[in-house]
Nanobody, 121 residues
Framework: QVQLVESGGGLVQAGGSLSLSCAAS????????MGWFRQAPGKAREFVAA????????AYADSVQGRFTISRDNAKNAVYLQMNSLKPEDTAVYYC??????????????WGQGTQVTVSS
């Protein structure tokens, strides 16, 4: 069992940066791949980024490639999402998830409650 709590969301102007964190409980955190997803109002949840259990592999959605960076610290049971050059279309609730390395939400068993990111133009 893994419990996930996101933090770091907020309001930022276009072009700005935010850093999201996801704190995990449970001794098995380091065995899971981690992902970030987001959901904007009226839209389906979409993949943002994923990282393998040891941080050796990462994947990004085309829409965030080159602007966002996912990382993890297994000693701290945490995963991070550094978001730079933010755009209004990045506005969404951001969720972290634990499971298998995948761009599909179906690959993840555990989800956090989400943190709101709002980018103003």
């Amino acid at each position: 069992q893994v419990q996930l709590v996101e933090s770091g969301g907020g309001l930022v102007q276009a072009g700005g940066s935010l850093s999201l964190s996801c704190a995990a409980s449970g001794r098995t955190f380091s065995t899971y791949a981690m992902g970030w997803f987001r959901q904007a109002p009226g839209k389906a949840r979409e993949f943002v980024a994923a990282i393998g259990w040891d941080g050796g592999v990462t994947a990004y959605a085309d829409s965030v490639q080159g602007r966002f960076t996912i990382s993890r610290d297994n000693a701290k049971n945490a995963v991070y999402l550094q978001m730079n050059s933010l755009k209004p279309e990045d506005t969404a609730v951001y969720y972290c998830a634990a499971g298998t390395f995948s761009s599909s939400a179906y690959g993840y068993n555990y989800w956090g409650q989400g943190t709101q990111v709002t980018v103003s133009s």
